[in-house]
């Protein structure tokens, strides 16, 4: 065994290239040369770094072995030519050699080598002196010539374009050569050549659409050249749909696959034009090849995320996959059923399911875990059946991800169906029995600890949590313990019981396991530490501080600065899971829609403005961000401090619905304006939003210039677009105004039936008014939670303090006096202070929030209710007095 792995065993390259001296040797020896040949390639295999001089030696070295007439050597000579040519030095002196190569006779097998090696050592001087010479090889006889003279062309287009493009005549003549990879090669690089010309590959794509090529690959290519173009279009045109459909009944099956893959794919594809691409995958699955078969359901599957409706038609044929010889194909089949299935179909596919999941590996476990989740959130009258099934194979044998994934799945079942907590939690307390993962024992606990106190018989999960103290490694000791712990923190009836649990643990011989416990006896003790440590409610918005770290990463000019972290905001956990089940509801929406009105929702039928910012993951403000980042005007603006929430400035009934979104950035304001055109007979060109301030009482107010405006350049019927207008903060100030607002644009009549323009419609000029848009001091304030309000505003000092007295006499109790001071000055209520009792006659708001330019700011309202209203105290705190200033005018 040893000799025979004897060529690269204990392989060095010191030693590789001693015996590299051999190619001087005369007589040569090809045998010898060519194994020294295998090693150098083995050594560029494994990542093996070469020295400029050490492959300059090697090189010419081998220029040597050109005088050998062996072809299986000259192959190998040319393979090592191609990894050296790069690092040695003068390389192009091999140019005539190659050169000679190229013109042998044509039966020469290494005349294609030679070619492809020109690319690694021609550069944009040399190429128009072997132009003739490249020329001819392309409209070779041979072809592997051709092929070989049309890849390494491709690669030379990058050196010198203007010389390959006169190269254009050889190529179409090259199309006529025997060999199909030619012919795929050929389009290639004529597609390569008119790139940049839109009518010139229309014509490309068509002209070869209807030749009689033999490479079905050229076909596949010219699929994907058409689908780049219906991207390029405006929403609505299919230019090149009927090619694409025409293809769905090519001969080659590789050719129909590619074009109902091209429609499945299409951006915005009615069920109209999705219907003959499924019917031709829904050929393929009962197609003999596994490969077709597998490529069907994977398109299936992809395409069920968007469009089940489509897919169910196929679901009989489907199941008869699942027992499929290919396990890969058996689970794309059961995780499409599970997206296009109904709930009275969940029993059948279950029990197929059981028997299947034995028989896949981990991978193809946990896609199947992941379909069962999104179809228990769709149908929660399943909910017992599908935590039957998840914890019975989370009983099985499996790996790390795979239970991983499992426990997971049980999670979001638990924070988004609640009826199944009690259940779900029986389930994972017997799974910890036997866990042999410590990181999911730790989440498990976790998960134990926060809502088992939530439970109607919360002391049943004190006996399996004590038993991993007792059973279980330090790592799981130390997390069982602050699960009891937040079982005598939220349930003071179980206190006592839990202090003695705990004090047997003082006895612990890890360190950790015994500080916890020693920590959390001396908090259970003290209702303030338990408030201040375990029941403590709030967290970092997550988006918000990945954002602003990537932007502190990205600005070199920042790093002269630690990272501050108060400019994040804080919410409470109950804000972050309401957030999160936001998302994940959104993704299963798309990801699952409900068939149980056997209606697909679509984006066109959400009617607010505001939904758009919800697709982005992570919170609004993220997604906001995310979308002006991709604006290269606004890209440089730096990090987005505040985003408001969105502003309606017309009617929702109106022909032209508009709704504004306020940015405040270290130096600009953005004005962000969301418009909806709902006349479908008309189309909307050029739209600009043009803002003039109106009034303001700020002295600031000068400091407020206008940059620049990002107009819409088409509006249709239905589809929300956004407009920009810039404003520059002079000396990052932060005035208020009032800004009298109009659309200004150019309308064209269109066929309300298919959106296309009027050919006779000249359009005209037109001015909409909508409502003013006034930039307050909310918009300058950044929530953020304040766990200890107390002690933060103790902190602050009153030497901080301004204090103003206000008669909100339009207020007819202090809960409405509460919501209009909260929009008011823009700030997060603290501690729950928020919640008003009904009929109060006083209150005490507190709030907390950061003012542009990173000012923390805590203010405190004092309501009383009297004959003429409610009186307002408003005590501010800031180091910065302007600041605490502003916000207790902002009231009047």
Not at 62 to 76: E, G, I, K, V, W
Not at 251 to 258: G, N, P, S
Not at 357 to 366: G, H, L, R, Y
Not at 584 to 602: F, G, K, Y
Request: aromatic letters at 8%; a negative charge.
């Amino acid at each position: 065994m040893l000799a025979d792995a004897g060529l690269f065993y204990h392989i060095d390259k010191s030693t590789v290239l001693q015996e590299a001296r051999a190619f001087n040797e005369t007589p040569i020896n090809a045998r010898k040369c060519r194994l020294i040949l295998t090693k150098l390639a083995f050594l560029f295999y494994q990542s093996e770094v070469f020295q400029s001089k050490e492959a300059t030696e090697t090189f010419f070295s081998m220029n040597r072995l050109f005088s050998s007439p062996d072809t299986a050597l000259r192959q190998m000579m040319y393979l090592l030519i191609k990894e050296l040519a790069g690092i040695a030095e003068n390389s192009f002196m091999v140019m005539q050699s190659i050169m000679r190569d190229m013109n042998a006779k044509s039966d020469v097998i290494f005349r294609a080598n030679a070619i492809r090696v020109l690319p690694k050592i021609v550069d944009s001087t040399m190429l128009q002196a072997i132009e003739r010479f490249i020329k001819q090889t392309i409209v070779d006889k041979n072809p592997s010539v051709s092929s070989a003279a049309l890849v390494s062309s491709m690669h030379l287009f990058n050196a010198n374009k203007e010389v390959v493009r006169r190269w254009a005549n050889e190529v179409q003549e090259a199309m006529n050569n025997r060999g199909s990879m030619t012919q795929y090669h050929a389009v290639g690089l004529l597609y390569q050549i008119r790139q940049h010309d839109r009518m010139a590959v229309i014509k490309l794509v068509q002209n070869y659409s209807r030749a009689s090529l033999r490479s079905p690959l050229a076909y596949c290519m010219l699929i994907r050249f058409a689908c780049k173009i219906m991207e390029d279009e405006e929403p609505g045109q299919r230019s090149m749909y009927e090619l694409l459909e025409g293809w769905l009944r090519h001969k080659h099956d590789m050719v129909v696959y590619e074009a109902a893959r091209a429609i499945c794919n299409l951006r915005g594809a009615t069920s109209q034009e999705l219907l003959p691409a499924v019917s031709a995958l829904q050929l393929m699955l009962v197609n003999s090849k596994p490969t077709l078969r597998f490529a069907a359901i994977r398109t299936l599957n992809k395409l069920a995320m968007t469009h089940p409706q489509m897919v169910f038609p196929c679901n009989m044929d489907m199941e008869n996959l699942i027992t499929d010889t290919n396990r890969s194909v058996a689970t794309f089949a059961i995780t499409t059923l599970l997206k296009t299935g109904t709930e009275a179909s969940v029993d059948r596919l279950m029990k197929q399911i059981t028997g299947f999941m034995n028989e896949i590996s981990d991978e193809f476990k946990v896609i199947v875990i992941d379909a069962i989740r999104s179809l228990c959130l769709k149908f929660p009258s399943k909910q017992s059946l599908m935590l039957n099934f998840l914890s019975n194979v989370l009983r099985d044998e499996g790996g790390y991800e795979y239970k991983r994934a499992i426990v997971e799945a049980i999670f979001d079942i638990v924070h988004h169906i609640p009826e199944s907590k009690e259940f779900a939690l029986s389930h994972l307390c017997e799974f910890i029995e036997d866990c042999e993962f410590n990181k999911l024992a730790v989440r498990i606990l976790h998960l134990l600890g926060t809502e088992g106190p939530k439970t109607p018989k919360a002391s049943k999960y004190i006996r399996y949590i004590y038993n991993r103290v007792i059973l279980e490694n330090a790592t799981v000791r130390a997390a069982a313990v602050t699960a009891l712990a937040r079982f005598a923190v939220n349930l003071p009836e179980l206190r006592e019981r839990v202090k003695v649990l705990l004090t047997r643990c003082l006895d612990d011989n890890e360190d950790e396991v015994r500080d916890r416990a020693i920590m959390y006896l001396r908090i259970i003790d003290s209702d303030e530490l338990c408030r201040k440590y375990v029941a403590n409610d709030t967290t970092y918005s997550w988006p918000s501080l990945e954002r602003n770290l990537v932007h502190y990463l990205n600005d070199q000019a920042a790093h002269t600065q630690s990272f501050d972290i108060s400019t994040t905001p804080i919410i409470t956990k109950e804000q972050e899971s309401a957030e999160r089940s936001r998302q994940l509801t959104a993704a299963t929406e798309a990801i699952t829609p409900a068939l149980r009105s056997n209606a697909t929702p679509t984006a066109t039928s959400q009617p607010s403005a505001a939904r758009g910012a919800d697709a982005f993951s992570g919170d609004a403000q993220a997604g906001y961000a995310a979308a002006m980042d991709k604006v290269p005007e606004l890209a440089n603006l730096g990090p987005l401090f505040k985003s408001s929430t969105p502003v309606q400035l017309t009617e929702a009934e109106t022909e032209y619905v508009v709704t504004c979104v306020k940015h405040i950035f270290a130096s600009h304001v953005v004005f962000q304006f969301n418009c909806r055109n709902t006349l479908n007979d008309s189309i909307l060109e050029k739209l600009n939003v043009q803002m003039k301030i109106e009034s303001s009482d700020d002295d600031n107010v000068d400091a407020l210039v206008p940059e620049f405006s990002i107009p819409i350049p088409q509006l249709i019927f239905d589809i929300p677009q956004t407009a920009y207008v810039v404003y520059r903060r002079e000396g990052g100030a932060c005035p208020t105004a009032s800004f009298s607002s109009s659309l200004h644009f150019f309308v064209r009549d269109c066929d309300p039936a298919t959106g296309e323009p009027d050919d006779d419609g000249q359009g005209y000029e037109d001015e909409y008014l909508i409502e003013a848009v006034d930039l307050v001091v909310a918009d300058y304030v950044l929530p953020t939670y304040v766990s200890d309000f107390r002690r933060n505003w103790e902190d602050m000092g009153q030497d901080s303090e301004v204090v103003e007295t206000y008669q909100l006499t339009n207020m007819a109790n202090i809960k409405a006096a509460v919501t209009n001071l909260i929009q008011a000055l823009g700030m997060h209520p603290s501690e729950g202070t928020d919640n008003v009792v009904d009929k109060a006659t006083t209150h005490t708001l507190a709030m907390g929030g950061i003012f542009a330019g990173g000012h923390k700011v805590l203010t405190r309202c004092r309501m009383l209710i009297g004959g003429e209203g409610v009186t307002v105290e408003i005590a501010a705190r800031c180091k910065n007095p302007e600041v605490a200033q502003r916000i207790v005018d902002a009231v009047c």
